[in-house]
DNA sequence: CAATTAATACGATAGTCTACGTACTACGAC
DNA sequence: GTCGTAGTACGTAGACTATCGTATTAATTG
């Protein structure tokens, strides 16, 4: 079994995060949607993209990780076909303590609220 | 000296407020600026709109008032020729715990951050 | 009533966002 | 090499956004 090709994909780097920029990926139902997922796996771990249930065409599904990555919310890399996906929990959390938490409970609040 | 005129705006309730919504309203760098100017008030306490300064023309900072209390980050009333804003701390606290609290504290670490 | 102040409404424009479908690439399995 | 899977690229359509300038409304002051 060989070891699966992995290639890396540009990042912005933590000095170039802006929290505008993070609220505004975070301010979509679906990438909330993808972050939340994310959020309820393990510290560190990845999920390919295809494993979140997106209701829209692969194609927008792209769109909106790419959102994500760039706004600096998450960590995308290659591993032969999929493309992994990790919360950048550590990162955000040294920027920005409790914000990522914060929104997610506050998330958990709405879902609940709306049954 | 004549009790200045109030007149009422429509407003979300607190069921219609939306965590998209509200990250929305925030993710823009001129309404940070203004919630972060209504946050160092005191609690309860109200602005005009021309108390803050803002670097755009007066129809846009209309504009921007309005994206923030359609969300339901601020509430707005007209008391005489001016507007009134006030955070609405308390809606917001109950319906999303620490929410603004932690986004406020973030912007506080961004803007020390750049200088 | 006239003047001033605070803010809105309107209309235009340039740009962004979400979504789609189709065509394509990269990799792993056979 | 061929096939299937995972995801990208591209072009596009429609909706929304941010901004402006000008004209206008509403209330207070004189």
Redesign the interface.
């Known amino acids: 079994m060989p070891t699966a090709s992995v290639r890396a994909l540009e990042h912005p780097t933590c000095e170039e995060i802006?929290?505008?920029?993070v609220?505004?990926a975070?301010?979509?139902?679906m990438r909330?949607q993808i972050v939340r997922f994310l959020w309820r796996l393990g510290e560190d771990e990845e999920a390919p993209c295809s494993a979140i249930e997106l209701v829209v065409a692969k194609s927008t599904t792209t769109h909106h990780f790419r959102v994500l990555r760039e706004a600096g919310v998450i960590n995308q890399v290659y591993r032969g076909t999929a493309k992994m996906n990790a919360l950048r929990r550590r990162d955000l959390d040294t920027?920005?303590?409790?914000?990522l938490g914060?929104?997610l409970?506050?998330?958990a609040?709405?879902c609940e609220r709306d049954g």
Chains 1, 2 share one sequence.
């Open positions: 802006r929290l505008e920029g609220l505004h975070l301010s979509d139902p909330l920027l920005f303590p409790g914000l914060t929104v409970a506050a998330d609040i709405q």
